[in-house]
């Protein structure tokens, strides 16, 4: 099964400020990587897909890039409403629903 | 309109088993995979298992063989999870997802159903 690490488990950052956020599989998953941003109570939310792939309705202030091990999401002015969990998840291999890393906690 | 709306929370004691719910809500239930994710208090995410709404096929994550059945209902959309056997550290928030375009990641989610597993 792939491991996924992340880095830095935490981050402080300012309104306004660029936050780069890292996360690191295993073994090579080509680009099947999508970051989740998670709120206190409240679902998941998709931000990314294939690695660089902004979801439906995601602000262009988020931006995914890496392939192979390694992948960044970079918020690049952070606004309150960002201040959340942030989980990279492999999908390239088993099992179906991939891995998940521990989650990068973005806060002030 | 939520698109999943799951059932609410339940507690249980250890050695009992739990049956949870999904209901899909605006879009075609058989066309798409259903997941189920937990998160642990405090914890990250964890992939449980899948079942494919057409035919009920499933499969689970090896941690969860033998205690996890999953099945649909087609005339209602709902998707059920059962976990038997439950311990303690079952204790957490169980989430139902999918994907629109069938992948791997997930873009829709049910709310969440809270499992406590306390003696």
């Known amino acids: 099964e792939i491991v996924m690490t992340q880095s830095p488990a935490s981050l402080s950052v300012s309104l306004g400020e660029r936050a780069t956020l890292s996360c690191r599989a295993s073994?090579?998953?080509?680009?099947?990587v999508a970051w989740y941003q998670q709120k206190p109570g409240q679902a998941p939310r998709l931000l990314i897909y294939?690695?660089?792939t902004r979801a439906t309705g995601v602000p262009a202030r988020f931006s995914g890039s890496g392939s192979g091990t390694d992948f960044t999401l970079i918020i690049s002015s952070l606004q309150s409403e960002d201040f959340a969990v942030y989980y990279c998840q492999q999908y390239n291999n088993w099992p179906p629903g991939g891995t998940f890393g521990p989650g990068t906690k973005v806060e002030v | 309109q939520v698109p999943m709306v799951q059932s609410g929370a339940e507690v249980k004691k250890p050695g009992a088993s739990v049956k949870l719910s999904c209901k899909s809500s605006?879009?075609?239930?058989?066309?798409?995979?259903v997941h189920w994710v937990r998160q642990a208090p405090g914890q990250g995410l964890q992939w449980m298992g899948i079942v494919d709404p057409r035919d009920g096929s499933t499969t689970y994550a090896p941690k969860f063989q033998g205690r996890l059945t999953m099945t649909r209902d087609t005339s209602t959309s709902t998707i059920y999870m059962e976990v038997s056997s439950l311990r303690s550290d079952d204790t957490a928030m169980y989430f139902c997802t999918c994907s629109l375009a069938n992948e791997y990641y997930f873009d829709l989610w049910g709310q969440g159903t809270l499992v406590t597993v306390s003696s």
């Open positions: 294939s690695a660089s």
């Open positions: 073994q090579s998953v080509p680009s099947n």
């Open positions: 605006g879009w075609t239930f058989t066309r798409h995979y």
